[in-house]
């Protein structure tokens, strides 16, 4: 089961260097600003190639988007295919920015 977790868990999460933070957003929606130290794999990039994700397996993975949608479909899809230490940013970077998260 994919678990929606918040900016500040995330947050918590990426200072413990605990978890990888992939943006399957597109790359002009990443370069128009993301958050620090994300990984930018699109979605169909991963749809496509699920070992652009695999190698991350042993860490916890944090899927985020725009509004916490396609992230979310992505961890299903992750999930279907033997990837299950995955976490979606609930309400993805709406919700980061909501909590006051910075973006770069």
Known sequence: MVLNI???EV????EKNECVIIDVREQFEYESGHIENSVPIPMYDIFNNISLVEKYRDKKIVL??????????????LE???????????NGLYGWEIEDKPLI
């Open 64 to 77: 985020v988007c725009s509004s916490g949608h396609r992230s979310y479909y992505t961890g299903k899809f």
């Open 6 to 8: 918040d900016a500040d």
């Open 11 to 14: 947050s918590e999460m990426a």
């Open 80 to 90: 279907e295919n033997g990837i299950t230490n995955v976490y979606n940013l609930y």
